[in-house]
């Protein structure tokens, strides 16, 4: 491109040339004593167009060699990701700078004072850093050592930045003949990752809370300062593992968050509040006696009653311990405070299970998905078919049953509402999610100590066709008070309003089993249920 420009450049010059060449031949001037001396200056010329087209070509290449070189520094410069910029004795920035320089100062800097920018408006700074940087270039090109005593850090904006400061000599072209160049680093995302490494070593993640690594630095440091009578309580978090399995852990994270709260509040001055890992928490209480730590225990467990907001009511277990001397040590007291929390742990388990358990029939109920009349039909119910099967029923069955029915659809707690008592069609997806009731149920079940009430839960919606769920078991693969169980429920749901439909007479309901048995339920019991319900009948009209 720089050659055809050249070219055109002389254009006009060498159209000159040619006239001239063309009239010094032309036949009429062949007699003309002044020819001879004009074709020799025009030969000259010739020559000297020709050798001022070369070094301008020549010239022209260099200088846009140089441009392009310039252009490929810079380029390179701005995609460091620092900052690179040089001024003078003047303490001026200088023209050239790359542009991340412009994003540390919000600002193109050219012939602004490296004073003001580096001080961002902190007046005390200025003399000092002024006179460093003046006694600098006092000390020519040896002064690097004096560099040492400029800031390595300073604060701009929002940035944290490394400045890194070095003596260089200016090019020819300069009038001055040294040059200070900085090398700008921002390091703020460097400095909050190293913050929150540091935090997290101390830390818990989840609560913000210390964590079990902390706990040597502050019994060293109560230990330094004497701070006895030392007290500590161990706090359990009640039904965690229930919670994450029926609502899933980020359900169990909230409840965890909700009394990492509640312990905050009742956390003193000086106190030091702990996550020891899982659904554990740990007060370590200088300074406080028995009595004192008593009380703090007291208020823990009123304020998890009065905390609201979750499916699960929140409850803990609590145990403390107290040291006097400095004889016991913090393995032993910890120790006591365990076992003492343990048993607090068991005197609650079965009041916290039963809570639970009426918090989902309640949300059931209220939701009207699931009426206590309908819990107690169908449990009388199975009691008196699986008595007209095997005449008569032991104590231990009767009970057995009676529990699956107050619990065979308690997952339907964890399903929304709006899906469970849809009244037109489920969507697929609609129908995967009330698929799910039977696993949160028998998760619900295992959680509470009911397991063989839990294994029939999860085979209540199994078909004796294999196509039910959530296993899709066959036959006699389904347990035999599953199948006795579906049966009854299916019958009691026929004869009663449904938010989908209207309730079924007894006799079309006895016909729906007829015609499902071999399909939905089991063929066998099919055949006795109506027979049972044909006596029952009877027995009615009797």
Known sequence: MGRDINEKLFDGERRVVDKAENTVNAPENGANPLLGPYKSLLGEYKKLLRQSQKVYYISDSQGYLVKKHQSELQNLLDNANQGFLTFVKDLLVKRQYSAECVRIFGQEIAGKSIVDLLSQGRLEQVPLLTERLQRVFSGGIEANEDLKQIPAYFSIGTFTVQVESKMVAAPDSENE??????????????????????????????????????????????????????SIILADMNGLKLVNDVF?????????????????????KGDVLIRWGGDEFLLLLPCTEERECSVLCEEIRCRCEQSIGEAVPLSVAVGAATQTQRTLDFAELFSLAESRMYKDKLQKSKEFRQAVLQVFQTSLNDACLEKKEHLQRVGKMAVDFAGYLEGGLAVEQNRFL??????????????????????????????????????????????????????????????????????????????????????????????????????LTRETAQAEIEAWKGRQFDPVLAERFCAFLTVGSLQEEA
């Open 177 to 230: 003949s040294l040059l200070i160049m900085m090398i700008l680093t921002d390091i703020s995302a460097q400095i909050e990752a190293e913050a929150k490494i540091e935090f997290l070593s101390y830390h818990d993640a989840l609560t913000g809370l210390y964590n079990r690594a902390y706990v040597e630095v502050a019994l060293a440091d109560f230990a330094r300062e004497g701070k006895l009578p030392f």
């Open 248 to 268: 899933g852990h980020l359900q169990g994270d909230s409840m965890l968050c909700r009394l990492s709260g509640v312990l905050r509040q009742v956390t003193r």
């Open 402 to 503: 009676q529990r699956l029915a107050e619990l065979h659809d308690i997952g339907k707690a964890a399903i929304a509402a709006d899906v469970l008592g849809k009244k037109s069609a489920l969507t697929e997806e609609e129908w995967k999610i009330v698929q799910k009731h039977s696993e949160i149920g028998y998760r619900l079940a295992q959680s509470i100590g009911e397991s063989e009430v839990a294994e029939l839960i999860l085979a209540i919606r199994e078909r004796w066709d294999g196509n039910g769920y959530p296993y899709r078991l066959k036959g006699e693969e389904i347990p035999f008070y599953a199948r006795l169980f579906a049966l009854v429920d299916a019958y009691d749901v026929m004869t009663h309003d449904q938010p989908y439909r209207q309730a």
